[in-house]
DNA sequence: CGAAAATTTGACATGACTCAACTGGAGTGG
DNA sequence: CCACTCCAGTTGAGTCATGTCAAATTTTCG
């Protein structure tokens, strides 16, 4: 694991052995079986998750019941509810695991000290930041400009794993477009 | 400006008068008029810029030929086009003023030193970028609820001098409705 | 195997868009 | 300072993409 995120942060920055040490030592191993919660509505969303292997969605439930999925997570991605990580409020998502999920966790009292004692690490999450500001950008120009077949297809095309992996539903959430509609867009 | 600057920083971090004056003296003053553009599509976006008073607009054209905006820009905002400006790619956005607009810029390569000497930089724009992200994912959760109709008050209600400063037709385009629509609307 | 969950199907409703025409005000130039 | 143009905003008719609801069918999995 160590390994996996070592290449990973040197996509970004040149950490050396000590900071290496140092920053994966604060990281706690957590493993999250299928469907259990990383973090739930209403409670504090308290660390930062890195996947190593496995599967997330984090999605939040509207006035009438319905769940809207946000965001999927993956192996080599960070995810937390951001807002609710920095402000210590209580979240309005869930994060839940869609498949035995292995995570690195890290608390916001402990990655807030080590921005002191490792310089680079500012710089690691703010370049990762920006890069999550981009891919939020880039989709909902997409989302705006694209009907829901569109949607639909491009999705299959950039991600055609997912479509193993995931249930219709949960896909035709992701993509702004109720389970029905998406079936009926399907049949053609 | 530079106090204005410096109140700005000021809620993010500390930095000392060495910083402050390093850091300012980076910057350039740079006014435009009405209707002038900071960024057009198809160049690159060389500038982070800083508004020190005025209003600009973020938008991009679609294939029908419509504008649609992304973003306003106000006072103590940060307007750029992130990705263009991060991976010297051709901007897809254009930033425009709609009022005579003065800006303090920084050129990328100019960051780029800069973060090397101020050490505090990186968790500025850290932290500004995290914001950032939490606005838009605010807004993308607000739009992904609300009928147009609400999405209409709820900007009435939130930024009504915005309604005086900006032509109709943009707030339409913000919003994500046609300019005909809106007006349906407001007639009720 | 049987119950619960996911997907499909179809009838119907509607929010929002398109297009085209009209109104009214603001600016410009002679 | 009037006449003319241009642009923003409005109105209305017709249409379409997508949603809702309810029921039927299929799949999943304990």
């Given at each position: 694991m160590k390994q996996k995120l070592s290449k990973y942060i040197s996509r970004y920055v040149d950490?050396?052995?000590?900071?290496l040490d140092l920053f994966f030592n604060s990281l706690e191993v957590k493993k999250y079986k299928k469907k259990e919660y990383l973090v739930q509505?209403?409670?504090?969303?308290?660390?930062?998750?890195?996947?190593i292997d496995g599967l997330t969605r984090t999605y939040n439930i509207d006035q009438k019941g319905n769940e809207k999925i946000i965001q999927?997570?993956?192996e080599n991605w960070w995810v937390t509810n951001i807002e609710s990580f920095k402000n210590n409020s209580k979240?309005?998502?869930?994060?839940?695991?869609?498949?035995?999920?292995?995570?690195?966790?890290?608390k916001k009292e402990e990655l807030d000290m080590l921005y002191q004692k490792i310089n680079k690490l500012e710089r690691l999450f703010?370049?990762?930041?920006?890069?999550?500001l981009i891919a939020i950008q880039r989709r909902n120009e997409f989302y705006l400009k694209?009907?829901?077949?569109?949607?639909?297809?491009?999705?299959?095309?950039?991600?055609?794993?997912?479509?193993?992996?995931?249930?219709q539903y949960m896909i035709a959430s992701y993509?702004?477009?109720?389970?029905?509609?998406?079936?009926a867009l399907r049949a053609n």
């Open positions: 950490f050396n052995t000590q900071e509505e209403g409670k504090v969303c308290k660390y930062k998750y890195f996947i999927f997570g993956i979240s309005n998502h869930y994060i839940q695991a869609l498949e035995d999920t292995t995570t690195l966790r890290i703010r370049l990762i930041t920006e890069n999550w694209l009907t829901s077949k569109e949607r639909y297809e491009m999705f299959v095309k950039a991600f055609p794993n997912f479509i193993q992996r995931v249930p993509l702004e477009i109720t389970p029905e509609y998406l079936s």
